[in-house]
């Protein structure tokens, strides 16, 4: 889950034959309060941008406990709802940048995680760098 500006908010990792919508309540508990600007840090996420993966019931009935609106595509048409959804896409080809969260090498999970992190970090350092010259 990446924020508007391309920061990995959270990381989770999963077997590769489970459905993305599934994995979701997880992923927003994993989602941490932000800082970084004057006043009270967010403590929730307002809005979600999402594919047609996360077009299923489950998944608007825990947005709408959580008080998030949503903007998912519907299954089996073209909508142009997630117009946003190039600044994931963005977040995933930096991450593949790196050899090795791009193909999970490790047996296990916590060593994969931590390079995932990892490089999650490098590239916040990297934009925030680039940002302040």
């Not at 979600?48 to 949503?70: F, M, N």
């Not at 089996?76 to 791009?102: N, S």
């Given at each position: 889950?990446?924020?508007?500006?391309?920061?990995?908010?959270?990381?989770?990792?999963?077997?590769?034959?489970?459905?993305?919508?599934?994995?979701?309540?997880?992923?927003?508990?994993?989602?941490?309060?932000?800082?970084?600007?004057?006043?009270?840090?967010?403590?929730?996420?307002?809005?979600?941008?999402?594919?047609?993966?996360?077009?299923?019931?489950?998944?608007?009935?825990?947005?709408r406990?959580?008080?998030?609106?949503?903007?998912?595509?519907?299954?089996?048409?073209?909508d142009?709802?997630?117009?946003?959804?190039?600044?994931?896409?963005?977040?995933?080809?930096?991450?593949?940048?790196?050899?090795?969260?791009?193909?999970?090498?490790?047996?296990?999970?916590?060593?994969?995680?931590?390079?995932?992190?990892?490089?999650?970090?490098?590239?916040?350092?990297?934009?925030?760098?680039n940002?302040?010259?």
């Amino acid at each position: 889950m990446t924020c508007a500006n391309g920061f990995s908010l959270a990381i989770v990792l999963s077997a590769a034959n489970v459905n993305d919508h599934l994995m979701l309540p997880t992923l927003l508990d994993r989602v941490r309060p932000l800082h970084g600007r004057a006043g009270q840090p967010r403590r929730r996420i307002t809005t979600l941008i999402a594919d047609k993966g996360y077009d299923y019931p489950s998944v608007y009935s825990e947005l709408r406990q959580r008080h998030i609106t949503g903007y998912i595509a519907r299954r089996g048409t073209r909508d142009k709802v997630t117009a946003g959804r190039w600044i994931v896409e963005q977040a995933f080809a930096l991450l593949h940048q790196y050899r090795r969260p791009a193909i999970r090498w490790e047996r296990r999970t916590e060593i994969h995680h931590g390079f995932l992190d990892f490089a999650a970090a490098l590239i916040c350092w990297r934009r925030l760098s680039n940002r302040t010259r």
